[in-house]
């Protein structure tokens, strides 16, 4: 047995035992903390800037940048930010601005270019952001092309996902970043997946949304007809890695091993792993060779965020049966979150400011949220 079939294999065995005694992974205590964490702009802006704009972000995945020449161009936190994967095979980030005037070079979307071209004034820029033509450049006079060209962003690829800084160059050292979760994410292989679809979901506030992502007690009463189809509510295996986590769900099928010989199961078949990178990303494999991929980022205001959402299939889809199962997952993880989860989030988030309450509590059972918001305090403080 492989040594991550065994370490499947002693997850399982900690999901059991909860499923067994009614019991779930806990925080030492309860945590709480002031409504104002949620609505107050001055701490919003303070935590979204050091948070965001200053710990490296994952941007995107891999898969999203296959060849050289591939690009994405996105706008997250007033930043325009555009991946470009080099001739060389490096992934690289830019601000997405000219270096004359500030016009994007680039129009946000995907694609595959050799140059990136001003549309205002015709100055061009190659795949590793180098400034190498300018329109009637004679005319224009003398200037230092080698300083000139598109602003870098610290990035790095790890495990499959493309990490950022949004801040210009502020390095990072993604490898101390992750720590021992790098290992977590390098067992999901993500760069030999199938990308089938992918979308953009408004979502209420950052905290609101976050704190979904990160506990299964609402399971059962949000997600009866979806993913709690799937998963026992209230039963979490948790694990941190500093402010990275893994999360363990236990299958529907879960209990039926009781009466099973370990030799007989199959490892990783009766759980669910959700992997959290802190502060944005969120992986969670949830049927079969099927994964969702979220990256979470807050919006313009307070109280929206913006999640890019991208399903994973373990190969592209051939046959009408795996058109149709790749199809079904697909539309159950977009009504789990956006009509499930984000809907009950923008309710929650509407009530805020009513004054009902003062403070939240985070309880015992949801570990996960605690750690978050912990190291939000650490981060920021």
């Not at 065995?13 to 925080?27: C, G, I, K, P």
């Not at 984000?342 to 009513?354: D, N």
């Amino acid at each position: 047995m492989t040594d991550r079939s065994l370490e499947l294999l002693a997850l399982t065995r900690r999901a059991l035992v909860h499923y067994r005694n009614r019991t779930t992974d806990q925080a030492d205590g309860i945590m709480s903390m002031p409504v104002a964490a949620y609505t107050d702009p001055e701490r919003y802006e303070r935590e979204v800037d050091r948070v965001f704009r200053h710990l490296p972000l994952a941007m995107a995945l891999s898969l999203e940048l296959p060849e050289p020449g591939s690009y994405l161009a996105i706008d997250q936190l007033n930043a325009p930010v555009l991946l470009v994967r080099g001739e060389d095979g490096t992934v690289r980030a830019f601000l997405n601005a000219c270096r004359h005037r500030g016009a994007p070079v680039c129009k946000p979307g995907t694609g595959n270019a050799r140059v990136f071209a001003c549309p205002y004034h015709a100055w061009t820029y190659n795949t590793q952001g180098e400034l190498v033509g300018r329109y009637r450049g004679e005319t224009f006079g003398d200037v230092d092309e080698s300083v000139l060209g598109l602003t870098s962003l610290s990035c790095a690829e790890r495990s499959g996902l493309i990490w950022v800084t949004l801040s210009p160059d502020e390095a990072f050292d993604v490898d101390e970043w992750l720590g021992p979760f790098q290992a977590e994410l390098d067992t999901l292989d993500l760069t030999n997946w199938h990308i089938y679809e992918q979308r953009e979901i408004l979502g209420p506030g950052w905290k609101v949304t976050m704190d979904g992502y990160l506990e299964v007690y609402h399971h059962d009463s949000v997600h009866g007809k979806t993913v709690g189809e799937h998963t026992i509510g209230n039963l979490l295996v948790h694990d941190t890695y500093g402010p990275h986590q893994r999360m363990v769900f236990g299958r529907r099928s879960l209990g039926a091993l009781a009466d099973r010989a370990e030799s007989d199961w199959n490892p990783g078949q009766d759980i669910r792993l959700i992997h959290s990178g802190f502060p944005n990303l969120s992986i969670s494999g949830i049927l079969g060779d099927h994964c969702l991929v979220s990256h979470i980022f807050p919006g313009p205001t307070i109280d929206t965020t913006l999640t890019r959402q991208t399903v994973l299939a373990a190969k592209p889809p051939v046959t009408p049966e795996e058109e149709k199962a790749t199809a079904t997952f697909s539309a159950m993880v977009l009504q789990a979150v956006r009509d499930e989860d984000y809907a009950m989030g923008f309710r929650i988030q509407a009530g805020l400011r009513s004054g009902a309450n003062t403070e939240f509590l985070y309880g015992r059972n949801e570990p996960a949220v605690q750690n978050y918001h912990r190291w939000i305090s650490r981060f920021v403080n």
